[in-house]
């Protein structure tokens, strides 16, 4: 098949990649002159593990290329679909802003040739049928398919999916569907289009939950002879609960989770439908950067003011580059507040970045300056550079009080607990745990 892909972030992007490696010839639109004359140098926008080997790839074949304009990818040849994955930010009351979804459908239904339209852009329950209302000669060949891709696998994501959701009215659009996915071996659950729409809702908003209940479990297991890790671990094995995403740490700051549980909650208030769990899960990871700060402040006897505080990884994670929703723009400020001397470090931002998301901070270069003199380190980003660090000569480097804060409880425990740091954790992490020697043969 010949297929657009409109919009070449982190969804557009991958997915025209994986589209081409599976034979289709895919032509990505990106309207940003600077991004497109790098997407055609084969130099992806975005940051994914791999992708711009697969991209650099694919280019190489000739099925994948870029335009600026969905007129320049249809002038020579029609296209058999239309794939739109443009941005829904969010709204300053929270909703979703659904401009670029709608001027790209626009688009999509002046194409001649009767292309599949495939919206995979995360829109509240209903869009689909009020986007048909105004575009009703796309009913028979319009699909809504959200994309359910994890940082940092995206492009296995969309090669070999866990389900395949597609929500039409028109049994021929899904067959084409089914065509454009032929590789994909997984379930498909195939419904209305508002159903959808509340699958992608829900399964974010669940997936929030998951994170904000392990913080939770984690202020139960502050002190004592809990063990938050040992906890995680024998809950999550549970096969009904499973142990992704059940992380105590920073809270969800990804792209994703934190303004699709804000754009639900408020499309449920539209329509008088409580929703307390979802409000209290959002509840609870807009407090984590509070609670990390105060973590700080109590451990550093109240006061902060004057006091160097290394923050370590800006990022929310070290496979996403995308920092607006990481907790650290959070933090920072907060330290700021205090009156902290703020320090920052990461290995994948340069000094400029740096610069920019943190313009207060004094930007670092190495990890270990970063560290040498400050009072207090914070890691924000599990960075394998922090996780095989030698902890047990960087904390000498530190200046009293010592306090290293793992809030991705990621550093390695009984190291920190051997060195003169006070070492605080996202629930308590218990300096070893051995098994108590064997009892000796009769």
Request: contains cysteine; aromatic residues 4%; hydrophobic residues 45%.
């Amino acid at each position: 098949m010949r297929v657009a892909v409109i919009g070449q972030g982190y969804v557009g992007l991958t997915g025209a990649v994986a589209l081409a490696r599976h034979g289709h010839r895919v032509v990505g639109v990106e309207q940003d002159g600077e991004r497109l004359s790098r997407l055609r140098a084969g130099e992806p926008a975005v940051y994914e593990p791999g992708l711009a080997e697969h991209l650099a790839s694919v280019l190489r074949t000739g099925r994948l290329d870029f335009v600026g304009c969905l007129e320049e990818a249809t002038a020579a040849d029609p296209v058999d679909a239309v794939l739109l994955s443009v941005g829904t930010p969010p709204a300053p009351d929270g909703t979703a802003n659904l401009s670029h979804v709608r001027q790209a459908v626009r688009q999509a239904a002046l194409l001649e040739g009767s292309p599949l339209v495939v919206l995979k852009s995360t829109v509240p329950p209903g869009t689909s049928d009020a986007l048909l209302s105004e575009h009703p000669h796309l009913r028979e060949r319009y699909v809504y398919n959200p994309e359910f891709l994890n940082q940092g696998r995206a492009l296995d994501d969309w090669q070999a999916p866990a389900r395949t959701v597609v929500g039409t009215h028109a049994p021929a659009a899904l067959a084409r569907c089914r065509e454009l996915y032929a590789w994909v071996s997984c379930p498909w659950v195939t419904t209305t289009p508002a159903s959808a729409e509340m699958i992608k809702y829900a399964s974010n908003a669940f997936l929030a939950a998951k994170i904000s209940f392990a913080n939770e479990v984690a202020g139960l297991c502050a002190d004592g002879d809990l063990d938050i890790d040992d906890v995680i671990l024998g809950v999550g094995l549970d096969p009904r609960i499973g142990p992704a995403l059940l992380t105590p740490g920073t809270g969800f700051g990804d792209s994703c989770l934190p303004k699709d549980t804000v754009a639900l909650a408020h499309w449920a208030r539209e329509r008088n439908i409580d929703t307390p769990l979802l409000d209290a899960t959002i509840e609870t990871n807009v407090r984590r950067p509070g609670l990390l700060v105060r973590t700080l402040l109590e451990s550093a006897g109240g006061r902060l003011n004057g006091l160097h505080v290394a923050v370590l990884g800006l990022r929310y994670e070290p496979w996403s580059d995308d920092l607006r929703a990481a907790p650290s723009r959070a933090v920072i400020p907060l330290l700021h507040e205090h009156d902290a001397v703020v320090r920052v470090w990461d290995p994948a931002m340069t000094a400029e970045d740096l610069r920019r998301a943190a313009p207060r901070a004094v930007a670092h270069p190495s990890l270990a300056s970063a560290v040498s003199g400050a009072h207090a380190v914070l890691v924000l980003t599990a960075w394998p550079e922090l996780t095989g660090a030698d902890w047990e000569e960087l904390v000498p480097r530190m200046a009293e009080p010592r306090i290293v804060l793992d809030a991705k409880n990621c550093l390695p425990a009984p190291v920190l607990h051997r060195t003169p740091a006070l070492y605080r954790s996202v629930g308590n992490r218990r300096p070893s745990r051995q098994d108590p020697a064997p009892e000796p043969a009769a």
